[in-house]
């Protein structure tokens, strides 16, 4: 349909994106996720993924849906607080809480649900309190701190010297938040918990971590950089998702008994979104049942990380500070580091994207890698080489 009229404006900013090369053009997948996907007909090596431990078609979180489907269907009917909640939804809050250990988690449709819905809950417009923000948060921390209304203050990527001046100009307010990223996701490093956490004792302030990228990952069997840096209750809020590591959708918060019984109070895509649904909610359950059970698959991850990222290095490329996964192959230029995605995809059969301006700084544009546990050797080496002869062809490698 050709837009006319009153709608106008549309045609005219897409147009706009174009001219600014920030239109992002959307590749449809004819498979499953997994190591190899079909795309537009072409069988390649999936390369920028989020599913880290390859769960998104493992067989038995798929049994776990079918299996909640014919038992419970495929709707939850109604938000969580009218009718939406089934007894799934409560076995999965109280297992995520146990494998986080903490007291208890409340379950959103989605990460970015969790982060707009206790974000913006915690702390509301008018309240004596300040956000304390990272720098390089993700869009829905942003968005929460938003919807909230409250002041917030960036503190620089980092930077502790940064944090504790902002703590000591708000020290006080009443209430005074830290919101921080665990797993920085253009480049993989992490946020210093432990540095941090002294500083809120110091401050008395809240610590929330976002850790969409930590679970599945680090820790043991993957309970998230909280276990990482083993700091169990001296942060208070843990947020995750179900979408990445854990292979499902949804998300979720973990954190003391009666401060997760008040999100459910007051948050809003809780109170106003309806509920997940039940093969998503039984295919999560399954999903923490076999972290629990065994690290393999974690375990694997980082053998493959390790080895991909090594012959990388190796090769002379710059990966920066990266401590997890999360592997930004740096080339700088941002024509050039679109070349590659292109390149690597039509000439090598890889599948990995380009991050260019502006969701990373100018002149620091990279091709993001995320090997996944379901990956071969054999699947990393094929990335190696073609990083080698690519690198070579375009004379970035000399
Ligand atoms: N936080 C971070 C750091 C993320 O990377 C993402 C996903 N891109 C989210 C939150 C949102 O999670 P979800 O995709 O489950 O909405």
């Known amino acids: 349909m050709v837009l006319m009229g009153k709608l106008d404006w549309i045609k005219e900013e897409l147009e706009e ?30 390369m920028c993924s989020n599913n880290y431990l390859g769960l998104a078609a493992h067989p038995k979180i798929k049994e776990a849906a079918i299996r909640a489907i014919l038992d419970y269907g495929v709707g939850a009917g109604a938000v969580r607080t009218i009718a939406g909640t089934m007894e799934l939804h409560v076995e999965l809050e109280e297992k995520l809480a146990k494998f986080k250990k903490r007291e208890a988690a409340i379950l959103f449709q989605s990460g970015y649900n969790a982060n707009l819905g206790a974000i913006s809950a915690l702390l509301r417009k008018g309240e004596d309190g300040i956000f304390l923000s990272e720098e390089l948060n993700h869009a829905s921390i942003i968005d929460g701190m938003r919807l909230s209304g409250a002041p917030k203050v960036i503190y620089k990527h980092l930077d502790m010297d940064d944090l504790k001046k902002k703590l000591e100009e708000n020290k006080d307010k009443k209430k005074k938040i830290i919101v921080t990223d665990g797993v920085f996701s253009m480049d993989g490093d992490l946020a210093p918990l432990p540095e941090i956490v002294e500083l809120a004792e110091q401050y008395d302030a809240i610590v929330y971590v976002d850790d969409a990228h930590g679970e599945g990952v680090l820790g043991s069997h993957g309970r998230g950089i909280v276990d990482h840096f083993n700091l169990h209750d001296k942060v208070d809020f843990e947020m995750g998702t ?19 019984e008040y999100l459910k109070q007051r948050a809003r895509p809780f109170l106003f979104s309806s509920a997940m649904n039940p093969p998503d909610v039984a295919a999560a359950i399954a999903a923490v049942e076999i972290l629990q059970k065994s690290d393999d698959l974690v375990k ?4 493959n990380t390790h080895f991909l990222q090594k012959g990388l290095r190796d090769l002379g490329y710059d990966l920066g500070n990266t401590k997890h996964p999360i592997t930004p192959v740096m080339l ?59 690198g070579k062809k375009t004379g970035f490698l000399k």
């Open 242 to 260: 179900l979408s990445k590591a854990f292979g499902v959708i949804g998300g979720y918060v973990a954190g003391p008994e009666e401060a997760i």
């Open 17 to 46: 994106l174009k001219k600014k090369g920030l239109y992002v053009t959307i590749r449809v997948l004819q498979s499953a996720q997994g190591p190899w996907v079909v795309v537009n007909g072409k069988r390649v090596l999936n």
């Open 300 to 303: 694997k991850l980082w053998d």
């Open 332 to 390: 700088y230029d941002e024509k050039l580091a679109q070349e590659f995605s292109r390149r690597l995809y039509e000439e090598y059969n890889i599948f990995a994207q380009a991050i260019v301006y502006p969701t990373v700084p100018l002149g620091t544009a990279r091709i993001r890698l995320e090997p996944s546990a379901a990956h071969t050797k054999e699947d990393l080496k094929l990335v190696i080489d073609a990083f080698e002869d690519l």
